[in-house]
C-alpha cells in the first residue's frame, strides 16, 4: 500500500471507530471494566475499527522504524516513545478509575504521536 492509502486506511478507521464509540448504546456493557465503564456492543465495534486502522498504522511505522529514529535522534525517538507509553496509561487509568474526560486527553496525546512518527518516516512528503 501507498503511504497515503496507509493514512486513509488508518484515518477512515479511528474516524469511523470513534463515531461508533461516541453514539449511545441502547443495551448494557458486554465487559464491565469499572463501575461506571463497559464497552457495549457499538462501543466494541468502533473499538476494533480504531485498533484495525492502529494496527495497520504501526505495522507500516515499525517497517520504517530506523528510518524515523534517523529523523527524530535517539533523544526524540525516546521522548516519543515515552509520550506514546503515558498517553496509553492515561486512557487505562482513566477508564479503570472512572476519571471522566481523561481517556480523550491520552487519546489525544497517542494520536498525535502516531502522526508525528508518520511525519516523520518521510513517506508523505512529495507525494
Do not use: E
Amino acid at each position: 500500500m501507498t503511504p497515503w492509502k496507509i493514512f486513509a486506511v488508518w484515518f477512515a478507521a479511528v474516524a469511523v471507530g470513534t463515531m461508533l464509540v461516541a453514539l449511545p448504546d441502547s443495551d448494557g456493557p458486554v465487559v464491565r471494566i469499572s463501575d461506571m465503564h463497559g464497552p457495549g456492543p457499538l462501543d466494541l465495534a468502533g473499538i476494533g475499527l480504531i485498533a484495525v486502522g492502529s494496527v495497520v498504522l504501526w505495522v507500516w511505522l515499525i517497517r520504517r522504524a530506523r528510518r524515523i529514529a534517523a529523523r527524530l535522534g535517539g533523544a526524540g525517538t525516546a521522548w516519543l516513545a515515552a509520550v506514546f507509553a503515558a498517553s496509553l496509561a492515561v486512557v487505562a487509568w482513566s477508564v479503570l478509575t472512572d476519571s471522566g474526560w481523561w481517556w480523550a486527553v491520552g487519546a489525544g496525546a497517542a494520536t498525535a504521536v502516531q502522526l508525528i512518527a508518520l511525519g516523520a518516516s518521510g513517506d508523505l512528503a512529495g507525494v
